[in-house]
């Protein structure tokens, strides 16, 4: 199990990795857009390779002889490295957001919402930390006191730590999955609307995956160290990886809208009434990281 896992984290770095610069090709070199969303998926990107270091140095902590010395480094590392996987799921959550508040411009009561989550997404990330950091003190009780002889920490503080970390991470993940359906749906194109909407459905293989990963945390929190780092990396990777997806669908856009063009020159009624009508769909949501209202005119030079 201890090689498997080390296999995971390089798999699923390296998917993660190879999105990444697809996304940052697409959007960076090939179109020019920089902007704080890339900045932010790029901090993720940072936490999760410094998160998957860290697992493979506990994977062969794992692996190593069952000693005292071994095991207070391997809960010291544990310790450390929820940090950095807070950091990287947290800061997908504020990309996604920044996405959404573009998105819902068009929206005002929705746009309103998307606002709000953005003060609450920091303060829910700065009260997980602040939890977690004070759930015992000090701090080396939280490797020390299940091994030594050191003066255990109150069991009620690490449920309720782990409750709040869990409701607010999922209820974080689905109301970010909420929020901008009532901009998406109104692309009238159904082929485009199942396409957008499927990219931000796939947060809910990440719901199930936290869910898992809780239900093995509360069973036996020891005898499943292994699965539950396996299911971590993964759920990591996912994020990251969906993440980038919305702002990769502007080469898959302009190849159907350009598509539709020239099928419209091509003299059919039929295709200028359909590349009309893509650009309608497209035109609603005004969003770099979609892409789906980054498209300009060959005619004008504008951007729509």
């Known amino acids: 199990m201890v090689e498997k896992g080390q296999v995971v984290v390089a798999v699923c770095l390296a998917i993660s990795f190879v999105v990444f610069c697809l996304r940052f090709y697409i959007r ?36 190593a002889p069952s ?12 310790y450390a490295n929820t940090y950095f996987y807070i950091a990287c799921i947290w800061s997908v959550k504020f990309a996604f957001n920044i996405l959404h508040i573009r998105v819902t411009e068009g929206i005002s009561s929705v746009h309103v919402w998307a606002g709000h989550t953005l003060y609450l997404l920091g303060f829910t990330w700065i009260l997980v930390y602040v939890t977690y950091l004070l759930k015992c003190l000090p701090v ?18 690490h449920a309720w730590d782990f409750w709040l970390h869990l409701a607010l991470h999922l209820g974080t993940d689905i109301w970010l999955c909420i929020l901008p359906f009532p901009a998406l749906i109104k692309i009238s194109e159904p082929r485009i609307r199942m396409a957008v909407c499927g990219v931000y459905s796939l947060a809910g293989l990440t719901i199930i995956i936290s869910i898992l990963r809780a239900v093995l945390l509360g069973l036996n929190r020891g005898a499943s160290l292994e699965h539950i780092s396996i299911l971590t990396m993964i759920e990591v990777m996912v994020i990251v990886v969906m993440s980038c997806l919305p702002g990769m669908s502007s080469t898959f856009t302009r190849k159907y809208i350009h598509h539709d063009v020239s099928y ?30 980054g498209v300009r005119s060959e005619a004008s030079g504008e951007r729509l």
Request: proline content about 3%; charged content about 15%.
């Open 28 to 63: 960076v070199v090939k179109n020019g857009q920089f902007t704080f969303i890339e900045i932010t998926l790029l901090f993720a990107l940072a936490m999760e390779v410094t998160f998957g270091g860290i697992q493979i140095k506990q994977y062969q902590l794992m692996a």
């Open 67 to 78: 000693t005292v010395t071994n095991a207070v480094e391997l809960g010291k590392w544990t």
């Open 140 to 157: 080396h009780r939280n490797w020390d006191a299940p091994i030594t002889h050191a003066k255990q920490c109150p069991g009620i503080l």
């Open 264 to 293: 419209t020159e091509s003299g059919s009624a039929i295709g200028q009434r359909k590349s009309q009508s893509s650009y309608g769909n497209f035109a609603q949501l005004k969003e770099p990281g979609i892409e789906l209202h």
